[in-house]
T-cell receptor
Framework: AQSVAQPEDQVNVAEGNPLTVKCTYS??????LFWYVQYPNRGLQFLLK??????LVKGSYGFEAEFNKSQTSFHLKKPSALVSDSALYFC???????????????FGTGTRLLVSP | SQTIHQWPATLVQPVGSPLSLECTVE??????LYWYRQAAGRGLQLLFY??????ISSEVPQNLSASRPQDRQFILSSKKLLLSDSGFYLC?????????????FGPGTRLTVT
């Protein structure tokens, strides 16, 4: 089964510094990977995805993610963090259900990002 | 553009009472629809998904049920709520035309069972 792991429960970074939120994956076949952000009491917002092509994927709000096949990682990055980036971040991988071909996303446990002023 | 609505936004219900949460999607046709529950502000648990009207699949056995009476309407129900049903319920959709693998989420319903 496809899975992702987010090894950090929380990441703390000062405003203006670069940030990285880590995600590793375990898949059979080619991975389709996603990042989402969730602000308090809100739904998840899609940030970016990797399907194929360039290993560096650019997304919303200045975020980008680097796909690394040899390390089976898909880390989320931003060159300069903002206090408003403080939120819960989820990594996800596409999973296809058996013979039905139905697609679902398998989510990691989430990483809380705290950006201090 | 597509939008997804959920209501109510918050709900406080006593144990044993019925539940009905509604989700509607605008601006797309024949979407895949999903219900998730998020407990304690963390991990997401997929509860149900639907590929079409009247077609519901359950991911985990539980006290809840789902229905899709119209193409863009997805309803989560319970006949008798349990304390353990408390949580943040999220509806999501995915387009089936083209190759858009990502899901888009609604604003969620915070359910507290007392």
């Amino acid at each position: 089964a496809q899975s992702v792991a987010q090894p950090e429960d929380q990441v703390n970074v000062a405003e203006g510094n670069p940030l990285t939120v880590k995600c590793t994956y375990s898949v059979s076949g080619n991975p389709y990977l996603f990042w989402y952000v969730q602000y308090p009491n809100r739904g998840l917002q899609f940030l970016l995805k990797y399907i194929t092509g360039d290993n560096l994927v650019k997304g919303s709000y200045g975020f980008e993610a680097e796909f690394n096949k040899s390390q089976t990682s898909f880390h989320l990055k931003k060159p300069s963090a903002l206090v408003s980036d403080s939120a819960l971040y989820f990594c996800a991988v596409r999973d296809i259900r058996g013979n039905t071909g139905f697609q679902k996303l398998v989510f990691g446990t989430g990483t809380r990002l705290l950006v201090s002023p | 553009s597509q939008t997804i609505h959920q209501w109510p936004a918050t709900l406080v219900q006593p144990v044993g009472s019925p539940l009905s949460l509604e989700c509607t999607v605008e601006g797309t046709s024949n979407p895949n629809l999903y219900w998730y529950r998020q407990a304690a502000g963390r991990g997401l648990q997929l509860l149900f998904y639907s590929v079409g009207i009247g077609q519901i699949s359950s991911e985990v056995p539980q006290n809840l049920s789902a229905s899709r009476p119209q193409d863009r309407q997805f309803i989560l129900s319970s006949k008798k709520l349990l304390l353990s049903d408390s949580g943040f319920y999220l509806c999501a959709w995915r387009a089936t035309a083209g190759a858009p693998y990502e899901q888009y989420f609604g604003p969620g319903t915070r359910l507290t069972v007392t």
